[in-house]
T-cell receptor
Framework: AQTVTQSQPEMSVQEAETVTLSCTYD???????LFWYKQPPSRQMILVIR??????QNATENRFSVNFQKAAKSFSLKISDSQLGDTAMYFC??????????FGKGITLSVRP | DVKVTQSSRYLVKRTGEKVFLECVQD?????MFWYRQDPGLGLRLIYF???????EKGDIPEGYSVSREKKERFSLILESASTNQTSMYLC???????????FGSGTQLSVL
């Protein structure tokens, strides 16, 4: 069975500062994908960033980057230059060859003006 | 852009009613999913389907069934709705390439 753990239920950051959201996972597969999804108050799930496990290079999307530590099974999200629009719930997720996508419990991020 | 459409944004049903939640995607994706989202519990997988007429149980299938007669449509069925099935239900689809999940806007179901 695969699991995804987000141990921090909520975080707060000052606008323009940097924040890191933690995620650990467990899977027996060698080939898998990891994701961070954002869910703003509108409830629409939005893909933030994706990492393929066989790629050593950390994925980056504008102000969002990940720190992927495969051996430690850790996948953290760094948000640089935080903006008010980043206020949302963030979910870490994993999918393996069986196409089953497993989510963590999520973390609520608040960006303070 | 991929579009995943859920038939209702809000739904109110009575205990014991049979409830159908419909989901349609327009990108010819092979894989479709039903999740429920509850505060503090994140998203939990109910069922998923990797092809027409194929289905797999997720982590919490009890009390639910699904139907996938056509590739673009994946239905979630509550045979006899109960109050503990009050939740936000999210449908998603994903192609075999790219492994990107696209979500519908969700259905907030209240069972009274």
């Amino acid at each position: 069975a695969q699991t995804v753990t987000q141990s921090q239920p909520e975080m707060s950051v000052q606008e323009a500062e940097t924040v890191t959201l933690s995620c650990t996972y467990d899977t027996s597969e060698n080939n898998y994908y990891l994701f961070w999804y954002k869910q703003p108050p509108s409830r629409q799930m939005i893909l933030v960033i994706r990492q393929e496990a066989y790629k050593q290079q950390n994925a980056t999307e504008n102000r969002f980057s990940v720190n992927f530590q495969k051996a430690a099974k850790s996948f953290s999200l760094k948000i640089s230059d935080s903006q008010l629009g980043d206020t949302a719930m963030y979910f870490c997720a994993l999918i393996g060859a069986n196409s089953k996508l497993t989510f963590g419990k999520g973390i609520t991020l608040s960006v303070r003006p | 852009d991929v579009k995943v459409t859920q038939s209702s944004r809000y739904l109110v049903k009575r205990t014991g009613e049979k409830v159908f939640l419909e989901c349609v995607q327009d990108m010819d994706h092979e894989n479709m999913f039903w999740y429920r989202q509850d505060p503090g519990l994140g998203l939990r997988l109910i069922y998923f389907s990797y092809d027409v007429k194929m289905k797999e149980k997720g982590d919490i299938p009890e009390g639910y069934s699904v139907s996938r007669e056509k590739k673009e449509r994946f239905s979630l069925i509550l045979e006899s709705a109960s109050t503990n099935q009050t939740s936000m239900y999210l449908c998603a689809s994903m192609g075999d390439r790219g492994r990107k999940l696209f979500f519908g806007s969700g259905t907030q179901l209240s069972v009274l």
